[in-house]
C-alpha cells in the first residue's frame, strides 16, 4: 500500500478544517482517515506487542526506527508530510505564545522547521477506564490522536476537553483544586483530535469507557533546548 495516494485527501481535510477557540484551540474531524488505511492501521493493533511501562499504565506501542515499515511510513508520509504540516498552519498564530512559554521556564530555546517526536504511539484504553484531567508535556507544540473505534471497530468514547471554571485562578495544584467544565464531541470509530499544546489545554474523559479503545497518540515538537 502506497501512503502517498492518501496525502492529498487527507491534506484537503486538514486545510478545510475550522479551529475552535473554545476551550483552547482545537478542530477535530470526523471519518477522517480512508478507509483502507483505517483498516490497516487497525490490523497493526492485532499483531503488536502492547506493553504497560508501570502498573496501572496504559498499554502502549512506540513507533520507531524498530517498526514495521508499513508504521513508519505512517509516521513520515502521513502524521509529519502532511497532517503535522497542515496543522502548523492552522496553529501558526500560537508559535509565538509557545516560544515565549518555553524561553520563561527553560531559558535558551531554538524554533524547528519541522516537528519530532517526544512520543508517537498505539495505544488500548481498558474497558471501564477513565482519563483524569491532565496536561501534557510542556515541550509539544500542538497534540494529536486518532480514535480508531473500540475492539471490534465500534463508536467508542472520545475525549473530554476541559478549562478551569475561573480561568484566572492561580491555585498550586490545579488538577485536585479546581473544578473543569468540559467540551466532549461523543463517540467516534474514526476521528482526528487536535489541539494546541499550552497551560490551559486540560483534557481526560471522565466516563468509564463502555470497551477496549483503540487510538494513536502524537506529540509535535517544534521547539527544542538548542
Known sequence: MSL????PELFKKIRNASVHSQPFPHLYINDFLPSDL???LREAFHVLHFKKFFEGAVPVYHIDSSSDLFLQA???EIVDAVICKGLRAH???FEDGKTKSLKASYGRVRCLEKPF???IYLAKNPEGGTIPIHLDDHWASFQLVFYLGDHLGERTSTTDLAIP???HAALPDPLELMKFSTTNYGTSSN???AFVNNERSYHGLASPLPAERWTICVSAHYHDNG
Not at 502517498?4 to 496525502?7: H, T, V
Open 191 to 193: 476521528a482526528l483530535l
Open 74 to 76: 505512517f509516521r513520515d
Open 117 to 119: 517526536y517526544r512520543s
Open 4 to 7: 502517498i495516494n492518501f496525502q
Open 165 to 167: 471554571i475561573d480561568a
Open 38 to 40: 483505517w483498516r490497516s
Open 91 to 93: 496553529f501558526l498564530s
